[in-house]
C-alpha cells in the first residue's frame, strides 16, 4: 500500500518568498499532522487536522497556515518565508485519533 | 518542563547487548504512546505503539508501560549495527496533538 506522499521534496526559496507544501495521507486516513525538524531537533508539532477540520495547533507562526482538502490531501502554507524556516518539514496521518501515524518522506525546506 | 522527555544520550552499547531506552510524559491524561526510530536527514518510522500498561513485545522489541508513573520505555535485544539511529518516544496529549521526545540517539558498535 502507497504510504504518505509529500511533495515537493526539496525546495529552495529565497526570503520573503511563499512555500506551499503538500501531503497526501495514506488512503482511508482521516488526521493529518504537520511537523518541523530543525537540525538536531526533535519534530516539533505545527498542526493537526481531523475530517478536514483543524483539530489542534502546536507552535505554527502566524505567517503559516494550512488546510485539509475533501479527498483528505493537506497543505502547508508559509508566507514571508525567513531563514530559520529552513527545516525538513513533515506530515504524517493516521486513520482516527490517537492511533499510529505514520510519516511521509519530508520537505527540505532551504530559506536564502 | 517539557511535555515528553528523554534522555539525549547517546546511549553506547555493544552488538548482541539490550539497549533500554526510557521516556517520561507529564499528561497523566495521555492514552496513546509510541515509539519512532530515525536515521539523519530521514523521516521517523514507527516501530512500536502501546496502549494500556505493560509489556507489548514485537521481535526484538519490547515496549513497556507505567502510566501510574508515567513512564514508557523500549528494550532492544541483540542489539545490531544498523539500529544506530534516534529513538524518539511520542505521546498523544489530546484529541489530535502527538508530541514527540527530544529523542536518545544509540549507538551500536561491532
Known amino acids: 500500500a502507497a504510504g504518505v506522499i509529500q511533495s515537493p521534496r526539496h525546495l529552495i526559496k529565497e526570503k520573503r518568498e511563499t512555500a506551499t507544501l503538500k501531503c497526501y495521507p495514506i488512503s482511508r486516513h482521516d488526521t493529518v499532522y504537520w511537523y518541523q525538524q530543525g537540525p538536531g531537533q526533535d519534530p516539533q508539532f505545527l498542526i493537526s487536522f481531523y475530517e478536514k477540520m483543524q483539530s489542534d495547533k502546536g507552535s505554527i507562526p502566524d505567517r503559516f497556515s494550512a488546510q485539509q482538502f475533501s479527498d483528505y490531501h493537506s497543505e502547508l502554507n508559509m508566507s514571508s518565508l525567513e531563514l530559520g524556516d529552513s527545516a525538513l518539514y513533515f506530515c504524517?496521518?493516521?486513520?482516527?485519533?490517537?492511533?499510529?501515524?505514520?510519516f511521509g518522506q519530508g520537505t527540505r525546506l532551504t530559506v536564502v | 518542563q517539557k511535555e515528553v522527555e528523554q534522555n539525549s544520550g547517546p546511549l553506547s552499547v555493544p552488538e548482541g547487548a539490550i539497549a533500554s531506552l526510557n521516556c517520561t510524559y507529564s499528561d497523566r491524561g495521555s492514552q496513546s504512546f509510541f515509539w519512532y526510530r530515525q536515521y539523519s536527514g530521514k523521516s521517523p518510522e514507527l516501530i512500536m505503539s502501546?496502549?494500556?500498561?505493560g509489556d507489548k513485545e514485537d521481535g526484538r522489541f519490547t515496549a513497556q508501560l507505567n502510566k501510574a508513573s508515567q513512564y514508557v520505555s523500549l528494550l532492544i535485544r541483540d542489539s545490531q549495527p544498523s539500529d544506530s539511529a534516534t529513538y524518539l518516544c511520542a505521546v498523544n496529549t489530546g484529541f489530535q496533538k502527538l508530541v514527540f521526545g527530544t529523542g536518545t540517539r544509540l549507538l551500536v558498535s561491532p
Open positions: 502501546i496502549y494500556s500498561n
Open positions: 504524517a496521518s493516521s486513520l482516527g485519533t490517537g492511533f499510529e501515524a505514520f
